[in-house]
């Protein structure tokens, strides 16, 4: 017995220290593994005897070593086995072991040291290796059979051993090793939901991650945007996202997030954020309208935008299939088209306008950053409304005068009717009838008719004398008969109406030209229906054969010569169409001849000796038998009977005063021929007679209310205003008479008379002030257009007509006296349709004006 407690002192001492022996592959010492470790992760690995039979006691000793990665253990204890009830005098030895440091050596032992204490003798768990795992992203830590030198003794070194329980000899004990495998659990991440934001807000997610190795309290996860907006922030901690979304960033936006845990593994998802615009839409897309050509088309498109941006409504031209050039204003939407007189612009147009609010276009987020309008609008030509101008109509006589439609442009503009309203002097003139014109007759018009007098409106009232109102309509509706034709045809059935006017024989009025005017008293006065008689067109232009230019004005108050006002504009019905000022009114005049054309006076017979027997004896047959008796030139031969030159002819008194001069009792009134006298009427408004010529009285009518400004000395000047004119007169109650500047009116000239001191006529004629080129008349034409121009001094002209291609047309060239001069071009059949240019050189080639005419054929 004292042999067996002194070897279990030894154990219990020293462990069991053997030197090298054999054993049998029976006896086996056996450490589990554990292949899925993770990180910072505690396990236990069980340490598995198989005695091989029947021990006594047991000495392991095992390596802990790192072998790759870095894997170790942070902590480790061994613990024996609740199940493990032999070999109860037991032993721990971690002195070996150092955390962290690879490698440890850790040594253990069971013995039986007392008599009846059990031996081991079966395979059993009898201890267990606790451990933690540092924080090694992987790798392993192996436990593997050792041996290392006794510290007292160095020659005994310590191994894994048994005791054998029936003869106390000590056994080698195979070892087979433990492996730890630390394996790096990778992080995954929950996909992220696509998501729609519009420009302005704020996106707000978050980015979840999740990782196994986050249960030991190792690990830790990181975020960040792999794709995606700049301006869009992702907490690296939480993986909160967040992003304020401007107006620049409308469209789809792709988003990837990552998470990455403390060993570099990571994982990520995509998902997109779609940024939306609220497209503009347009409010206001009205018709264009309809204008007459030469005005300016206009009107504007308004459109809002529901979200304000993210830039500013902006107005941009998409497309315009007319002619002339579309100005747009791009904040306001204001647009306009100057129209010409040109047959291009005669028609139809559609010009379509975009709104945009400069949004990205990006579907599905932004299909559209803009609205379009298409604003149609159509151009007609004008009506152009003329009254005749006669030439030397004879007293005493039916003067036929035309009121025609100047149709001469191609395509011509279609009426279904019309309200005409004209004045003349029922002094000069006396009205005996109307006929419907050529237009009315050929073209099959239902209605004509003509009222003056009492029978007749003008206004509310019945006319004044010397008003007339023709009304004509193409159709009723109350039959089967239908016009053939509205005038719209260039260049035929042109007369509205024919106006048959018998002429005084007041001889006072010789050589005046007796105005026909047009006259308003409303908005109905001289207008014009459509065929269809859904618009009606009122006065754009008036003009007088004797001033120049239009004289139109919007702002006189009826009744009056100059146009429809301003009231006539709109309707008071805003359920029906605006009238149109597309029509343009010409007034014309009977040009009464002079006597001195038509007679000398008391040649009754016309046989070249005025005031014999022969003339009194026709002139005495007159009153029996009427002016049958006149056969040689009755209005010659009547103009002559005016012996007593009272201005009226065919009188009783006039056959005596004959009589008186044929017997030698009288003497025949001379015939005063009228003074021929230049004046001028400057810029600045001065009057002035040229020559010297002593004036003893002068009577102005100028448009328009002004205050006139004597120039004249000696003079005295008298003048009030009429509501349309002021009238004016110079004279001198001393006998006065002054020539050279005298008057200032600064405005238009309506008429002008002088006569000398002594009561003689004067017969104007009025030299320009500087050197002019008119537009010719009429334009368009065809094909004979009348060019006038004014010289102020004695000049040389050239007068050259070129195609567009600056090829010579025709010339005209001469040396005229100061005054307005007149040169008639008739196109011919050789010269095409077409725009041409004329040229004015004069006054040694100081002088030069080019302007435009258009040839329709």
Same mark, same amino acid.
């Given at each position: 017995?004292?042999?067996?407690?002194?070897?279990?002192?030894?154990?219990?001492?020293?462990?069991?220290?053997?030197?090298?022996?054999?054993?049998?592959?029976?006896?086996?010492?056996?450490?589990?593994?554990?292949?899925?470790?993770?990180?910072?992760?505690?396990?236990?690995?069980?340490?598995?005897?198989?005695?091989?039979?029947?021990?006594?006691?047991?000495?392991?000793?095992?390596?802990?070593?790192?072998?790759?990665?870095?894997?170790?253990?942070?902590?480790?204890?061994?613990?024996?086995?609740?199940?493990?009830?032999?070999?109860?005098?037991?032993?721990?030895?971690?002195?070996?072991?150092?955390?962290?440091?690879?490698?440890?050596?850790?040594?253990?032992?069971?013995?039986?040291? %007392?008599?009846?204490?059990?031996?081991?003798?079966?395979?059993?768990?009898?201890?267990?290796?606790?451990?933690?795992?540092?924080?090694?992203?992987?790798?392993?830590?192996?436990?593997?059979?050792?041996?290392?030198?006794?510290?007292?003794?160095?020659?005994?070194?310590?191994?894994?051993?048994?005791?054998?329980?029936?003869?106390?000899?000590?056994?080698?004990?195979?070892?087979?090793?433990?492996?730890?495998?630390?394996?790096?659990?990778?992080?995954?991440?929950?996909?992220?939901?696509?998501?729609?934001?519009?420009?302005?807000?704020?996106?707000?997610?978050?980015?979840?991650?999740?990782?196994?190795?986050?249960?030991?309290?190792?690990?830790?996860?990181?975020?960040?945007?792999?794709?995606?907006?700049?301006?869009?922030?992702?907490?690296?901690?939480?993986?909160?996202?967040?992003?304020?979304?401007?107006?620049?960033?409308?469209?789809?936006?792709?988003?990837?997030?990552?998470?990455?845990?403390?060993?570099?593994?990571?994982?990520?998802?995509?998902?997109?954020?779609?940024?939306?615009?609220?497209?503009?839409?347009?409010?206001?897309?009205?018709?264009?309208?309809?204008?007459?050509?030469?005005?300016?088309?206009?009107?504007?498109?308004?459109?809002?935008?529901?979200?304000?941006?993210?830039?500013?409504?902006?107005?941009?031209?998409?497309?315009?299939?007319?002619?002339?050039?579309?100005?747009?204003?791009?904040?306001?939407?204001?647009?306009?088209?100057?129209?010409?007189?040109?047959?291009?612009?005669?028609?139809?147009?559609?010009?379509?306008?975009?709104?945009?609010?400069?949004?990205?276009?990006?579907?599905?987020?932004?299909?559209?950053?803009? %609205?379009?309008?298409?604003?149609?609008?159509?151009?007609?030509?004008?009506?152009?409304?003329?009254?005749?101008?006669?030439?030397?109509?004879?007293?005493?006589?039916?003067?036929?005068?035309?009121?025609?439609?100047?149709?001469?442009?191609?395509?011509?503009?279609?009426?279904?009717?019309?309200?005409?309203?004209?004045?003349?002097?029922?002094?000069?003139?006396?009205?005996?009838?109307?006929?419907?014109?050529?237009?009315?007759?050929?073209?099959?018009?239902?209605?004509?008719?003509?009222?003056?007098?009492?029978?007749?409106?003008?206004?509310?009232?019945?006319?004044?004398?010397?008003?007339?109102?023709?009304?004509?309509?193409?159709?009723?509706?109350?039959?089967?008969?239908?016009?053939?034709?509205?005038?719209?045809?260039?260049?035929?059935?042109?007369?509205?109406?024919?106006?048959?006017?018998?002429?005084?024989?007041?001889?006072?009025?010789?050589?005046?030209?007796?105005?026909?005017?047009?006259?308003?008293?409303?908005?109905?006065?001289?207008?014009?229906?459509?065929?269809?008689?859904?618009?009606?067109?009122?006065?754009?232009?008036?003009?007088?054969?004797?001033?120049?230019?239009?004289?139109?004005?919007?702002?006189?108050?009826?009744?009056?010569?100059?146009?429809?006002?301003?009231?006539?504009?709109?309707?008071? %019905?805003?359920?029906?169409?605006?009238?149109?000022?597309?029509?343009?009114?010409?007034?014309?005049?009977?040009?009464?001849?002079?006597?001195?054309?038509?007679?000398?006076?008391?040649?009754?017979?016309?046989?070249?000796?005025?005031?014999?027997?022969?003339?009194?004896?026709?002139?005495?047959?007159?009153?029996?038998?009427?002016?049958?008796?006149?056969?040689?030139?009755?209005?010659?031969?009547?103009?002559?009977?005016?012996?007593?030159?009272?201005?009226?002819?065919?009188?009783?008194?006039?056959?005596?005063?004959?009589?008186?001069?044929?017997?030698?009792?009288?003497?025949?009134?001379?015939?005063?021929?009228?003074?021929?006298?230049?004046?001028?009427?400057?810029?600045?408004?001065?009057?002035?007679?040229?020559?010297?010529?002593?004036?003893?009285?002068?009577?102005?009518?100028?448009?328009?209310?002004?205050?006139?400004?004597?120039?004249?000395?000696?003079?005295?000047?008298?003048?009030?205003?009429?509501?349309?004119?002021?009238?004016?007169?110079?004279?001198?109650?001393?006998?006065?008479?002054?020539?050279?500047?005298?008057?200032?009116?600064?405005?238009?000239?309506?008429?002008?008379?002088?006569?000398?001191?002594?009561?003689?006529?004067?017969?104007?004629?009025?030299?320009?002030?500087?050197?002019?080129?008119?537009?010719?008349?009429?334009?368009?034409?065809?094909?004979?257009?009348?060019?006038?121009?004014?010289?102020?001094?004695?000049?040389?002209?050239?007068?050259?007509?070129?195609?567009?291609?600056?090829?010579?047309?025709?010339?005209?060239?001469?040396?005229?006296?100061?005054?307005?001069?007149?040169?008639?071009?008739?196109?011919?059949?050789?010269?095409?349709?077409?725009?041409?240019?004329?040229?004015?050189?004069?006054?040694?080639?100081?002088?030069?004006?080019?302007?435009?005419?258009?040839?329709?054929?």
């Amino acid at each position: 017995m004292m042999h067996k407690r002194t070897v279990y002192s030894l154990l219990l001492t020293s462990f069991i220290l053997v030197f090298a022996l054999s054993s049998a592959l029976a006896q086996s010492v056996t450490f589990g593994s554990n292949a899925t470790a993770k990180r910072c992760e505690s396990g236990a690995l069980d340490i598995i005897v198989n005695p091989g039979g029947s021990v006594n006691a047991i000495e392991i000793v095992f390596r802990v070593e790192s072998t790759a990665g870095g894997a170790y253990f942070s902590n480790l204890n061994v613990v024996f086995d609740p199940g493990f009830t032999e070999l109860d005098n037991r032993i721990v030895d971690l002195s070996g072991f150092t955390n962290n440091v690879s490698p440890g050596t850790v040594r253990l032992a069971a013995m039986a040291t %007392d008599p009846g204490d059990a031996c081991l003798s079966s395979t059993k768990v009898v201890a267990r290796v606790e451990y933690t795992l540092n924080n090694a992203c992987g790798g392993t830590v192996r436990l593997d059979g050792s041996s290392f030198p006794c510290p007292n003794n160095p020659l005994v070194v310590a191994t894994t051993q048994f005791v054998d329980c029936a003869d106390n000899d000590l056994i080698a004990a195979a070892v087979t090793g433990g492996m730890v495998t630390v394996t790096n659990a990778l992080p995954t991440i929950d996909p992220i939901s696509d998501a729609s934001i519009h420009w302005g807000t704020t996106y707000i997610g978050d980015a979840e991650g999740h990782d196994l190795d986050l249960a030991s309290g190792c690990e830790k996860l990181t975020y960040t945007k792999v794709v995606g907006p700049g301006a869009m922030n992702v907490s690296s901690t939480t993986g909160a996202i967040s992003w304020f979304a401007t107006g620049g960033d409308v469209c789809v936006h792709p988003v990837t997030i990552r998470v990455t845990d403390s060993c570099g593994a990571s994982a990520q998802t995509s998902f997109s954020i779609c940024v939306t615009n609220d497209a503009p839409a347009f409010t206001d897309c009205p018709d264009g309208g309809r204008y007459c050509w030469g005005e300016l088309a206009s009107g504007d498109v308004d459109a809002s935008d529901p979200d304000g941006g993210p830039a500013a409504l902006e107005y941009s031209l998409v497309s315009y299939n007319g002619p002339g050039t579309v100005n747009l204003n791009p904040i306001t939407g204001e647009w306009s088209v100057q129209t010409q007189e040109q047959n291009n612009y005669i028609g139809s147009w559609t010009l379509c306008i975009k709104a945009s609010d400069g949004a990205n276009v990006c579907s599905p987020c932004s299909p559209s950053n803009a %609205d379009t309008c298409c604003v149609e609008f159509s151009v007609i030509p004008t009506f152009r409304v003329s009254i005749e101008k006669t030439e030397n109509t004879r007293f005493g006589q039916i003067e036929d005068v035309s009121i025609y439609l100047d149709n001469s442009t191609d395509p011509g503009n279609a009426m279904g009717g019309y309200d005409l309203l004209i004045e003349y002097d029922p002094s000069v003139l006396s009205l005996n009838s109307a006929d419907p014109g050529r237009l009315i007759e050929e073209c099959g018009w239902e209605y004509f008719t003509y009222r003056f007098g009492a029978s007749g409106n003008c206004g509310a009232n019945a006319c004044p004398s010397g008003k007339m109102r023709i009304v004509a309509i193409a159709e009723t509706n109350n039959g089967n008969n239908h016009p053939a034709c509205f005038g719209e045809t260039p260049g035929t059935n042109s007369d509205l109406v024919v106006l048959h006017f018998l002429v005084t024989n007041d001889y006072n009025v010789e050589c005046q030209q007796v105005p026909i005017r047009f006259r308003w008293y409303d908005c109905g006065d001289n207008a014009i229906s459509s065929r269809t008689g859904d618009t009606l067109f009122i006065s754009r232009h008036v003009y007088e054969w004797n001033i120049p230019g239009a004289i139109e004005n919007p702002n006189a108050a009826f009744p009056t010569y100059y146009g429809a006002n301003s009231t006539c504009d709109v309707q008071l %019905d805003d359920s029906k169409p605006d009238p149109l000022r597309c029509a343009d009114f010409w007034n014309g005049f009977i040009d009464i001849v002079c006597v001195a054309d038509l007679d000398d006076r008391g040649d009754v017979n016309l046989n070249g000796v005025a005031h014999e027997v022969a003339d009194a004896v026709l002139f005495s047959n007159y009153f029996v038998y009427g002016v049958g008796v006149f056969t040689v030139n009755a209005a010659g031969q009547i103009a002559a009977t005016d012996i007593n030159a009272d201005g009226v002819v065919l009188t009783v008194a006039d056959l005596v005063n004959l009589i008186r001069i044929v017997v030698g009792d009288a003497s025949p009134i001379p015939k005063v021929s009228p003074l021929a006298v230049k004046y001028t009427h400057n810029n600045q408004g001065v009057m002035s007679v040229k020559d010297g010529v002593e004036i003893g009285a002068a009577y102005v009518v100028v448009s328009g209310n002004m205050i006139p400004v004597l120039l004249a000395n000696n003079m005295e000047m008298l003048y009030a205003y009429d509501g349309a004119n002021t009238r004016l007169l110079v004279w001198s109650r001393e006998g006065h008479s002054f020539t050279g500047d005298f008057l200032n009116v600064n405005s238009q000239v309506v008429s002008l008379e002088m006569a000398t001191f002594e009561g003689q006529p004067v017969a104007l004629e009025v030299l320009p002030t500087e050197f002019a080129l008119a537009q010719n008349y009429p334009n368009p034409f065809n094909p004979k257009t009348r060019i006038s121009f004014s010289l102020p001094t004695k000049s040389d002209y050239t007068l050259t007509i070129y195609n567009v291609n600056g090829q010579e047309v025709a010339s005209f060239a001469g040396s005229a006296e100061a005054g307005v001069h007149e040169i008639d071009w008739e196109a011919g059949s050789i010269v095409a349709s077409g725009v041409y240019l004329y040229r004015l050189v004069a006054d040694k080639g100081k002088f030069v004006a080019n302007k435009k005419m258009v040839l329709l054929k």
